[in-house]
């Protein structure tokens, strides 16, 4: 009676098919109880200031980041980003206030006691040399090498390490014949082979096309929920940013402006005091998330536009006019549009209504008071006919084509005043210039 | 596992391709000597350290004769195959010994060469790049020039050169506990330069001692003894097993100083270690050898190509190719009708090829 104990317990021990399951399993589950040793935040910054001679980089920083979150820090070029990094994954001692990383403070770690727990995916990923895959993701077992033994565990991380960021196929190639986004997750796997608790990176998409950006942040977000991992990665595409993390971080000038979700922290205001710039910030219409749109400067076309049109490209069209300087009034359209949130933000009036809904009497002498009001309408095609009606007797009309380029040529009688040529929402305002420059052709 | 396999593999056939060198060599000379003649000859030459007693040495300094103690092992033959005493004499007396002492200079500096052009991520690094050479010369013409004799003297003040060059480029180029590897390499050249004038003003002083001056910065291993082979030997494999325990050190520094800390490199204190063991090992062989240059720096470029940048395989392939092309141009030097220093064919060989494979394989991106 003294081994064999009845009960609850036979179900967590198991059979020899559920040892064996466990021990299958131990890896992970031990990597992940080391990854949350106490109830604080698995990376805590706190206070962090460095500096470079008299260069102050980092002023008092301070930022944490949890199992399982995936932090994302943004700012312009020179704001401190990759120094941040490499005071967390203890490149750069701080000159005062500390990091600690699972407890244990950075700067007082070996190299190889903190190499096993922070791994880091430099912004740099060219290799020089002909090492193949294989060598450099084995070179992520290192901190685990005795200087005359070797590391049992090594076969098996690599291979992990490989199967995830989907390189096995290549790992008998040279890293110096990959393509940069084959080499960037070449450099992660790397990392993943560290199997450490944290994992930093360090613009893991500066280099890298839009479908391996989106691929590699992918596997980091699942890296984050899967394993547990704690991931904070300076991120240079905002947008790109709001859609993968949890939280963002804003960077200004070796000072954290803002720490929050994306939603929070991706504000016009922010956005502009960071980067020195006008932005807009709005949901980006398939995922929801925060998208930022920089303009260098606003232009200084001194016009009134009014732009009546629905979806995506009437939301481009007026944010083309609007950063060009002109003062966009638009409507009408619905209220859950793409087109009425990007008015929201960006035009001097709006005029919407309810989805679906018919257009009333009282919208449409709004609409019809704003159009009096512009120097010029543009039309985004294609547009239904109540509100075709709205430009019908005006002058100055510039049609943007629709999508697949296509006009709508059932022009109903006295739609004298649309222009010969049709634009893009890139091009709008041209069109608009050209439309208040000609006299307008009767049918032409 | 692959790759201790893969190292073994490629260490053992250059292993067999040096003995096969180091045979042929000692057949060719003025008196030919069978090959199995040699071989017995050479088997029996295989000795063990079985004891080890002090003698003392007289050293003469500036007219003064000082006594030094000097340690003398005695040793134990494995083999006594029956040869012609004549061969024997030959095989034993006078070939061998500087067939083993170009072996184990060959082997000091292609090792020293890998580790320099790994550190240095520099395809034009050699083993006297931070001025370990430079410093020998000095020494070794210094003592030449000044007349001072005694037991190892030359070899001892080469050797003391050497070091105390490579420590002086090292603490100039380190600012706050860090040493730059760019730095190193600025310092290592000036240094160079101006130790290079040092000898220039030393040769103009040496007078009759001038020609063997000349000899010994050519590089040359004639009149080598088993003295030095004793002396060298041990330097130089203690080093390189040291250097062997950094390969993967290494490796990771060849992805860069901040990646190989995130890797877990302490990378200052390997870069110490590096250039320490480094600098030793070339001021053993050059101090024997005077400056052979070439080795160090064309055969860590042959084997690269041959096994690939990781430096767990390259760094004792090259070392044993290092031993097996200083003996067989050292031979290429002795059998001509005037023997001529080894320096000079190391680099007549040793140039033209490296322009071929800058010509034709990618030495560029090392």
């Not at chain 1, 629709?402 to 049709?422: F, I, L």
């Not at chain 2, 390259?314 to 080894?342: M, Y």
């Amino acid at each position: 009676m003294t081994s064999d104990l009845p009960g609850p317990f036979d179900a967590l021990v198991g059979g020899e098919d559920g040892a064996a399951g466990d021990d299958r399993l131990s890896p992970t589950a031990l990597d992940r109880s080391a990854t949350t040793p106490t109830d604080g935040p698995l990376v805590a910054v706190d206070g962090v200031s460095v500096g470079y001679g008299d260069v102050g980089v980092l002023a008092d920083v301070s930022l944490s980041v949890d199992s399982g979150e995936f932090v994302g820090l943004v700012g312009p070029n020179g704001a401190g980003k990759t120094t941040l990094l490499k005071s967390i994954n203890g490149v750069l001692a701080p000159d005062s206030g500390s990091v600690r990383v699972a407890d244990e403070t950075v700067s007082t770690l070996s190299a190889r006691a903190a190499s096993r727990l922070v791994a880091t995916v430099p912004q740099d990923t060219t290799v020089a040399f002909e090492f193949t895959v294989e060598d450099i993701v084995e070179m992520g077992r290192t901190p685990y090498h005795g200087r005359f033994s070797g590391d049992s565990d090594a076969g098996e991380a690599v291979e992990r390490a490989l199967e995830r960021t989907e390189t096995a196929r290549f790992r008998d190639r040279s890293v110096a014949s990959l393509s940069g986004g084959e080499r960037q997750r070449v450099v992660l796997a790397r990392a993943l082979a560290q199997e450490t608790p944290a994992l930093l990176l360090d613009e893991p998409t500066a280099s890298l096309d839009v479908n391996h950006q989106v691929r590699t942040l992918e596997l980091v977000r699942d890296l984050v929920d899967t394993e547990g991992k704690a991931a904070l990665a300076a991120i240079h595409d905002l947008d790109v940013a709001a859609r993968f993390c949890d939280r963002l971080a804003v960077l200004a000038d070796g000072d954290l402006l803002a720490v929050g979700p994306p939603e929070a922290v991706l504000t016009a205001d922010h956005v502009g005091t960071a980067f020195d710039t006008d932005a807009a910030v709005l949901p980006n219409p398939v995922t929801g998330t925060p998208a930022v749109t920089p303009f260098s400067e606003p232009g200084d076309a001194d016009l009134t536009v009014h732009v009546v049109g629905t979806g995506q490209r009437t939301a481009r069209t007026v944010s083309v006019l609007s950063s060009a300087g002109a003062t966009v009034t638009v409507g009408v359209v619905p209220s859950g549009d793409v087109a009425a949130a990007t008015a929201r933000e960006l035009a001097a009036e709006t005029v919407t209504a309810p989805a679906f809904a018919a257009l009333d009497a009282e919208r449409e002498t709004a609409a019809r008071d704003l159009l009096a009001a512009a120097d010029a309408a543009v039309v985004v095609e294609p547009v239904a006919a109540p509100l075709r009606a709205l430009v019908r007797d005006r002058d100055a009309v510039v049609r943007v084509a629709a999508a697949d380029g296509s006009v709508p040529a059932d022009r109903q009688s006295g739609e004298r005043s649309y222009h010969s040529d049709t634009v893009t929402p890139e091009t709008v305002l041209a069109g608009v210039r050209r439309a208040l420059d000609r006299p307008v052709e009767a049918d032409d | 596992m692959e790759t201790r396999v893969w190292a073994t593999v490629w260490s053992v056939g250059l292993a067999g391709l040096l003995v096969a060198v180091v045979l042929v060599s000692a057949t060719i000379g003025p008196v030919s000597v069978a090959l199995p003649a040699v071989a017995k000859a050479t088997l029996n030459a295989v000795g063990v350290p079985t004891g080890v007693s002090l003698t003392s040495g007289a050293v003469a300094l500036f007219g003064a004769t000082v006594s030094v103690p000097v340690p003398d092992l005695s040793y134990t033959y494995l083999f006594s195959l029956p040869v012609e005493s004549t061969d024997e004499t030959i095989v034993r007396g006078i070939r061998l010994p500087r067939i083993v002492l170009g072996a184990t200079v060959g082997f000091a500096l292609a090792a020293a060469g890998t580790v320099m052009q790994g550190f240095f991520r520099n395809p034009m690094a050699d083993p006297s790049i931070i001025g370990v050479s430079s410093g020998a010369a000095v020494g070794a013409v210094a003592t030449i020039a000044l007349s001072v004799s005694g037991p190892f003297s030359i070899q001892a003040a080469a050797f003391v050169g050497a070091v105390v060059t490579a420590f002086a480029v090292y603490l100039i180029a380190t600012e706050g506990g860090r040493t730059p590897v760019a730095t190193l390499l600025l310092a290592g050249v000036a240094i160079q330069t101006f130790l290079g004038a040092v000898v220039s003003y030393l040769l103009l002083q040496a007078g009759e001692s001038l020609e063997q001056a000349l000899y010994w910065l050519m590089g040359r291993l004639h009149n080598a003894a088993w003295s030095d082979v004793a002396v060298t030997a041990p330097v130089a494999l203690a080093c390189v097993f040291v250097l062997g325990a950094y390969t993967r050190d290494l490796n990771a520094l060849l992805l860069g100083e901040e990646d190989a800390h995130t890797l877990g490199i302490e990378v200052e204190r390997t870069k110490r270690v590096l250039l320490a063991v480094s600098s030793v090992v070339t001021a053993a062989a050059v101090a024997v050898a005077g400056a052979i240059g070439f080795v160090g720096l064309v055969v860590p470029h042959m084997m690269r190509l041959l096994v690939g940048p990781d430096h767990r395989v390259l760094l004792p392939t090259s070392a044993i190719a290092g031993a097996a092309f200083l003996v067989a141009t050292d031979t290429v030097a002795r059998a001509g009708p005037v023997e001529v220093p080894v320096g000079i064919v190391t680099a007549a060989l040793g140039a033209p090829f490296f322009l071929y494979l800058l010509r034709t394989r990618e030495v560029h991106s090392l």
